[in-house]
């Protein structure tokens, strides 16, 4: 079992930049890929951003060329770099992980931090 826990979240102005991170209780090396998503309300949850366990990474369209994904093994700590948020940005970011085959519905969730971008 993988417990994960997002930190970084907060209120920022439209323009300016976060970092999120999640800390995962065990080692994600063996972890198929880990991924951010959001749920803005009224909205369906979407993919961010992944990452594999072998440093592949995707993004969705509308986070090209402004969000990063990047992962520490060492630290088993996933990170969201976020730079130019803009107000659609906002909502609740969830980190997530395979376990052994990527899918639309990971295996392990985190609670969830809050993004608020301001305009």
């Known amino acids: 079992q993988v417990q994960l826990v997002e930190s970084g979240g907060g209120l920022v102005q439209a323009g300016g930049s976060l970092r999120l991170s999640c800390a995962a209780s065990?080692?994600?090396?063996?972890?198929?890929?880990m991924s951010w998503y959001r749920q803005a309300p009224g909205k369906q949850r979407e993919l961010v951003a992944r990452i594999t366990s072998g440093s592949s990474t995707n993004y969705a369209d509308s986070v090209k060329g402004r969000f990063t994904i990047s992962r520490d093994n060492a630290k088993n700590t996933v990170y969201l770099q976020m730079n130019s948020l803009k107000s659609e940005d906002t909502a609740n970011y969830y980190c997530?992980?395979?376990?052994?085959?990527?899918?639309?519905?990971?295996?392990?969730w985190g609670q969830g931090t809050q993004v608020t971008v301001s305009s």
């Open positions: 997530a992980a395979d376990k052994w085959v990527i899918t639309d519905t990971p295996d392990y």
């Open positions: 065990g080692t994600i090396i063996r972890l198929k890929a």
